[in-house]
């Protein structure tokens, strides 16, 4: 047990080391080899394929690339042309994609996009957060479109270990506001500065951490960190099956920080045909949040199955 957490330490080190010193490469400047069978669908030029096809793109983690994938099966698999442009980036990144129309479409989740096109929104409620993400998404980006949302939901969460939340006794990020100062918090880059991240966590909860680290989006650089003690609190998303086989504690939210965040399409007006429509409100119908459980633990087992073949597994075992 020694020799593995000496291994994960060092291992975490040196992830977390690589994370901050950042990267030079543009997200968007490379396209990500799509599904077997496809093309990668983009032209670099800014501009959407030609013949009106569907470029699916995602951000950098696992369970957007897998939605990513499983959009595109489904769209193929009623004779739409998709094709996808995966692990793009954070939202900052990806949403400029779909401004220029280097992406037409990209799994989002309602409450960070709403948080993203309105930070001073206050819904928190799945059904508010919809409605309110609708008009904001016709306000602000009138070219995008949200089509139906679905019943499958991953939240941000504070996340600890289970020594950490014993020690503490912590249940509620409300508990760590006496002894925060002393915790060092690891998260994405942009939980710098987004109202969900480090300000968000100082305003509504009056909570300050020792230290911010950049480790990643709810992905393993955080879980190792957590398991290597280098943070003590990190941003981990609510499907992730490591919660559950690494024995960590997600904090409750009692103010509603991180709200509701279903996932829904987010689609560029010019190629959401009613044909198109209809393909992806029906994979919204059919996604919960066991299912996003599923996946993402198909993803992170032993076996560490492709994304695209996990989607394409599951469009065919939906029915789609």
Not at 229 to 241: E, H
């Amino acid at each position: 047990m020694r020799k593995r957490r000496s291994i994960i330490a060092a291992v975490a080190v040196a992830a977390l080391a690589l994370t901050a010193c950042g990267s030079s490469n543009n997200p968007l400047s490379t396209t990500t080899p799509a599904a077997a069978g496809s093309e990668t669908g983009a032209t670099g030029s800014g501009a959407p394929a030609a013949g009106g096809d569907i470029i699916v793109g995602s951000a950098d983690f696992t369970e957007s690339a897998i939605l990513a994938e499983i959009y595109a099966a489904a769209l193929n698999s009623k004779g739409i042309k998709a094709t996808t442009k995966p692990r793009i980036g954070a939202r900052e990144a990806y949403m400029a994609g779909m401004k220029d129309g280097s992406i037409n479409l990209v799994p989002e989740y309602t409450g960070v996009l709403l948080q993203y096109l309105d930070p001073s929104a206050t819904a928190s409620k799945a059904d508010e957060v919809y409605t309110a993400l609708q008009a904001a998404v016709a306000k602000v980006t009138p070219t995008l479109k949200v089509l139906d949302k679905s019943a499958a939901e991953d939240k941000d969460t504070l996340t600890v270990t289970q020594d950490t939340a014993t020690k503490y006794n912590l249940k509620s990020i409300a508990d760590l506001k006496p002894v925060a100062k002393d915790l060092i918090l690891g998260g994405p880059s942009e939980w710098k500065t987004r109202p969900t991240g480090v300000p968000g966590l100082e305003k509504v909860y009056g909570v300050t951490f020792k230290e911010f680290k950049v480790t990643d989006a709810g992905g393993p650089l955080t879980i190792k960190g957590l398991q290597a003690g280098l943070i003590q609190a990190g941003n981990v998303f609510s499907t992730d099956p490591a919660i559950k086989t690494d024995n960590l504690v997600s904090l409750e939210d009692p103010e509603s920080l991180f709200g509701a965040q279903n996932v829904v399409p987010l689609i560029a007006i010019s190629v959401a045909t009613p044909e198109a429509t209809e393909v992806l409100n029906a994979v919204s119908a059919k996604l919960t949040t066991d299912t996003l459980i599923e996946l993402n633990s198909k993803a992170a087992g032993d076996q560490k199955e492709d994304p695209t073949q996990i989607a394409a597994d599951w469009v065919k075992s939906a029915g789609l």
